[in-house]
């Protein structure tokens, strides 16, 4: 429900989360990966699959910025940086859950876009075997 930094120098965790706790409770668990932005800067990309995909430059949490055509709302179950693409599995869209959708990101400049304008990003839906 809440997000902490480990500060060496004063052997502490200290809270950053933002102002309001996450959804759920202490059985819920939070994927993430380092993601670099559009400009090459580093920063940690988390989610709990229920409250809007975060981001920590650092310094301080906000809401992940992403272009995706008609969504506000984006989390995921699992997410993954592979080849210099955001790969997000069972994403949650405008509260619509994708049990079985790949979402992927451009590359480079386009690294937070998910829709068709960006050369190579989009989704996957895998087919049911039923």
């Known amino acids: ?3 902490n930094r480990y500060n060496s120098s004063l052997n502490i965790l200290e809270d950053i989360s933002p102002a309001s706790p996450y959804t759920r409770n202490q059985f819920n668990f939070f994927t993430w990966t380092n993601y670099a932005d559009a400009s090459n800067k580093p920063r940690l990309l988390f989610s709990n699959n229920v409250d809007n995909i975060q981001s920590y ?4 949490v906000t ?3 992403y272009i ?3 969504v506000t709302t984006l989390t995921c179950s699992f997410m993954v940086n592979l080849k210099d693409r955001l790969i997000l599995l069972r ?3 405008q509260g619509t859950v994708f049990p079985k959708r790949i979402r992927i990101s ?3 400049a386009n690294s ?4 068709t ?5 989009g989704f996957i839906d895998i087919p049911d075997a039923s």
């Open 68 to 70: 995706l055509a008609g």
């Open 91 to 93: 994403t949650t869209e």
């Open 63 to 65: 809401d992940y910025t």
């Open 57 to 60: 430059d650092g310094t301080i």
């Open 106 to 108: 451009g590359t480079g």
């Open 112 to 115: 937070d876009v998910f829709d």
């Open 1 to 3: 429900m809440y997000v």
């Open 117 to 121: 304008s960006a050369t190579g990003a």
